[in-house]
């Protein structure tokens, strides 16, 4: 099947995780809004389903938003993930975590709300970073570190894995220096992940946008550890 | 089959979704915290199976985590949800957006962390309602008046949207009196929802535990409109 994902076209974001599983898997796509004109395709479409917010994956005649959403329908499809119903809605539950994670880095830069600018909630974004990185980042990490794994064959799940050790890296690199040589089995997923040939051979792309100021994952030191 | 929920056995919170459509259903369920010994059960669940939060499900050998996975599962169990994949992913989609907005409702009184009194973020907190009240409740609410139903019968998505107007009315009054009324079709399925034999007696029973100080609604009339 032919897939078009629609998403913002200046940014990883959330669009990342759906890009890394149709990069993985080889399959044929179209990053429809980092094409000419498709900005407006994706604004009309966004307008024709009455959507929240993009990411949005059109599959045949299926037009779906919400990331894990648009991973549990892929799975199968890609490769990534098992059709029985069970280890399917596991990889879908560790997924959700996952959402959870990324909208708490998102909110550490942005606590009072998206509207607004960075600079104007910074006061109370250093507040919850300090939380962030002494409580939720070990919580989460301590959580994927020893959960047992819903399928013995790599899954989306994994390839997103990979993609937060990447993104906290680029934001926090201080604080996860300090904190991620504990969690040993998610070093070595990425690592394995790392040297999958068609994902390195995205992240060696200019398909892969680097990390920039303007995603979930965004550098500020003030945010991060202070050694 | 016989499932047992479980959750905090004291507020609604995140495990009222899974409740509302286990008891719309008629479903054979125990609610497993709320029995003698059950908090002890749902510890030693979370941690046998490296949880990160409640609400869990346990459906025969399946245990599963997140409210919007369980409600996947259980939704063509229940009749709450077609069996056939596009529109069950619609569905999804749609209970996802949903955990998005409930995350902005409870990240309304807890900005900064959840580990924190609300008292010690009060400040943060009034500043995240305004733009709550004014922003995020009206995008949230246009976006459920105008977007299509996945299915003609009612879904688990019907059930928990007839939960966010209960609970939004219940947190913030002011704010849902001055707006509610643009959105004929949501106040609409409320009441319709309302109005299901089982959901009624459900609603009327000590089962539905009342909205308190400790769910995800909480009414604090600072973070309120002012009339």
Same mark, same amino acid.
């Given at each position: 099947?032919?897939?078009?994902?629609?998403?913002?076209?200046?940014?990883?974001?959330?669009?990342?995780?759906?890009?890394?599983?149709?990069?993985?898997?080889?399959?044929?796509?179209?990053?429809?809004?980092?094409?000419?004109?498709?900005?407006?395709?994706? !604004?009309?479409? +966004? *307008?024709?389903?009455?959507?929240?917010?993009?990411? %949005? =994956?059109?599959?045949?005649? /299926?037009?779906? @938003?919400?990331?894990?959403?648009?991973?549990?329908?892929?799975?199968? !499809?890609?490769? +990534? *993930?098992?059709?029985?119903?069970?280890?399917?809605? %596991? =990889?879908?539950?560790?997924? /959700?975590?996952? @959402?959870?994670?990324?909208?708490?880095?998102?909110?550490?830069?942005?606590?009072?709300?998206?509207?607004?600018?960075?600079?104007?909630?910074?006061?109370?974004?250093?507040?919850?970073?300090?939380?962030?990185?002494?409580?939720?980042?070990?919580?989460?990490?301590?959580?994927?570190?020893?959960?047992?794994?819903?399928?013995?064959?790599?899954?989306?799940?994994?390839?997103?894995?990979?993609?937060?050790?990447?993104?906290?890296?680029?934001?926090?690199?201080?604080?996860?220096?300090?904190?991620?040589?504990?969690?040993?089995?998610?070093?070595?997923?990425?690592?394995?992940?790392?040297?999958?040939?068609?994902?390195?051979?995205?992240?060696?792309?200019?398909?892969?946008?680097?990390?920039?100021?303007?995603?979930?994952?965004?550098?500020?030191?003030?945010?991060?550890?202070?050694?």
């Amino acid at each position: 099947m032919k897939y078009e994902l629609f998403y913002w076209p200046e940014i990883q974001g959330r669009g990342e995780f759906v890009r890394l599983a149709l990069e993985d898997a080889g399959a044929d796509y179209v990053d429809v809004a980092r094409e000419p004109g498709g900005m407006q395709r994706m !604004q009309a479409l +966004l *307008a024709a389903h009455k959507g929240f917010a993009p990411p %949005l =994956l059109r599959a045949g005649r /299926l037009v779906l @938003a919400q990331t894990a959403s648009i991973l549990h329908h892929l799975g199968p !499809q890609l490769q +990534l *993930a098992p059709t029985s119903e069970a280890p399917r809605m %596991l =990889l879908n539950q560790a997924q /959700l975590t996952i @959402a959870d994670w990324v909208t708490e880095v998102h909110d550490v830069h942005h606590p009072i709300g998206s509207s607004l600018f960075y600079e104007d909630q910074l006061a109370e974004a250093k507040r919850r970073a300090a939380l962030f990185r002494d409580e939720r980042l070990p919580k989460f990490l301590r959580h994927f570190e020893a959960a047992p794994r819903a399928t013995r064959r790599t899954s989306y799940v994994d390839l997103s894995l990979f993609q937060m050790m990447e993104g906290l890296r680029y934001a926090f690199p201080k604080a996860m220096k300090k904190q991620e040589t504990r969690y040993r089995g998610l070093l070595a997923l990425h690592d394995r992940i790392a040297r999958r040939p068609r994902l390195r051979a995205y992240l060696e792309s200019p398909r892969r946008i680097p990390f920039n100021q303007q995603g979930i994952f965004r550098h500020y030191p003030e945010l991060d550890a202070r050694q």
